[in-house]
Each structure stands twice: as C-alpha cells, then as structure tokens.
C-alpha cells in the first residue's frame, strides 16, 4: 500500500492563537509530507510487505527488514504520529475533558491538574526532538510518558490517545526558545471528544488509527 498525506480536518488558521497559520502550513504540507514521501520510499523496495494501515506498520516494526528498519521508525512513526497530533486538537477553548477519558484521568492520576503537571513534565523534560503522549498500556491502564525523535508508543504495544509534538519546527516560529509556553498554551486546543473516540477505537480494533 502507498501512504498518503491526510487532509487536516480544519484550515491552517483555525488553532491560532495557540498554533499559528504559518507553523501549521510548514508543518504539514512541507514536514509531514516528507515523511509519508520517505516512508514510500522505504517501502518501495519491499513491495512485498502488506499493511491494513500505518498503525499496524509500527506495531510490528520488529517484522521490518533490517535495511529499511530505521527509516520506518522514523518516517512511519512520524506519519502515525503527525497524523493523530492533527486530530486531536480543536480550536482553542472549544473542548472539555468529558466522558470515559474524564473519569479514567480522575481515577488513575487523582485529578485533571495532576494529569496536567505529568504531561508538562514529561513534554519539558524530552530532551531534543520528540513527542509527549497520554497512552494506554498494555495492561489497560493509562500512561503519561515521552518519546524521543519520531519513535511512537505503537512500538512498545502501547495505544497512543493523546499526543504533542515537542520538535521545534512545531512551535519556533511562534514561540521561539520557549517551549514551556507552548506546552501550556496545548491544553487549550485538546479535542477531548476525539481522545474518548481513540480510548473507545483502542479497546475495541486491534489495528490503531
Ligand atoms: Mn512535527
């Protein structure tokens, strides 16, 4: 199967002020372009391997050829990755935590504020390049954790929910050197009624959008 660049669910504006027009047509027509296009690439040599979708791809990365391995990682990660960051967010102030993921939030990390303090922690302290991420593990339960470049949770068999992009071709332009900003300003566009829709597609599909 070719991979495609998905069309982003709203225009290049609509998260502004949090994510301005500029960053967001960088971003997804020149950097998340590049790796659907590399990871195309990658594939082409091996037209033999199969996929139902991306998901299903980096979750047994381990089946990758070892030639093509890292560039798979890399290029297929950023694709499962850019292609949830964009559909989880909303325009600002527009969503509330609601639903299953208001409860499981509550039960496991004691509070929303509590939850907000793990996922900035964990987005302030990846060093470099790379992503935070609200995750399911495994086991059933939730976890907040980080990733470094563009490796996804997929690979470690756990089910991404939420995710934010830490890279600075995310949030530069905008922002500058001051990513504790952009970190903040995040849990203004989260659309938490596509998060509750992941957490129920996760318990439910083997194979991960
Ligand atoms: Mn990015």
């Not at 890292?70 to 639903?99: C, M, R």
């Not at 992503?131 to 954790?145: D, N, R």
């Not at 991404?160 to 504790?180: F, I, K, M, S, T």
Request: charged share 25%; hydrophobic share 35%; aromatic share 12%.
């Amino acid at each position: 199967m070719k991979f495609e660049l998905p069309t982003l669910p709203y225009s290049y504006d609509f998260l502004e002020p949090v994510i301005d027009a500029k960053t967001m047509e960088i971003h997804h027509s020149k950097h998340h372009a590049a790796y659907v296009n590399n990871l195309n690439s990658a594939l082409e040599k091996y037209p033999e391997l199969e996929f139902k979708c991306p998901g299903q791809l980096m979750r047994n990365i381990d089946q990758m050829p070892a030639d093509i391995k890292q560039a798979v990682i890399n290029n297929g990660g950023g694709h499962v990755n850019h292609s949830l960051f964009w559909k989880t967010l909303t325009a600002p102030d527009t969503s509330e935590l609601s639903g299953e993921i208001k409860e499981l939030i509550e039960t496991e990390f004691g509070s929303y504020e509590k939850f907000v303090e793990l996922f900035t922690t964990a987005a302030t302290t990846r060093f470099g390049s790379g992503w935070a991420w609200l995750v399911i593990t495994k086991e059933g339960k939730l976890e907040v954790t980080s990733t470094p470049n563009q490796d996804t949770p997929l690979m470690e068999g756990k089910r991404p929910l939420l995710g934010l992009d830490v890279w600075e071709h995310a949030y530069y332009l905008n922002y500058q050197n001051r990513r504790p900003d952009y970190i903040k300003e995040f849990f203004r566009i989260i659309n938490w009624e596509v998060v509750n829709a992941r957490l129920e597609h996760a318990k439910n599909c083997e194979c991960s959008k």
